[in-house]
């Protein structure tokens, strides 16, 4: 996976995230996996990005 480049298909705000471009909002994966929390999810808070990692780096 390259964490540097700029997956245009892939937006995002989530800074905290490791795969973060952070200065353009956007996700440097190839892909993403997309899940939910809930057992019958109606509005976007209720999804998540479980690519999501945690940002080490400061
Ligand atoms: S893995 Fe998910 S949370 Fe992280 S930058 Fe990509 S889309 Fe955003």
Do not use: W
């Amino acid at each position: 996976m390259n964490e540097a480049c700029k997956n245009a298909s892939i937006q995002c705000t989530v800074s905290q995230c490791r795969y973060n471009l952070v200065t353009e909002d956007y996700c440097g994966l190839d892909c993403i996996h997309v899940g939910t929390h809930e057992a019958d999810p109606t509005v976007p808070e209720c999804v998540d990005c479980n690519s999501f990692v945690k940002r080490t780096d400061g």
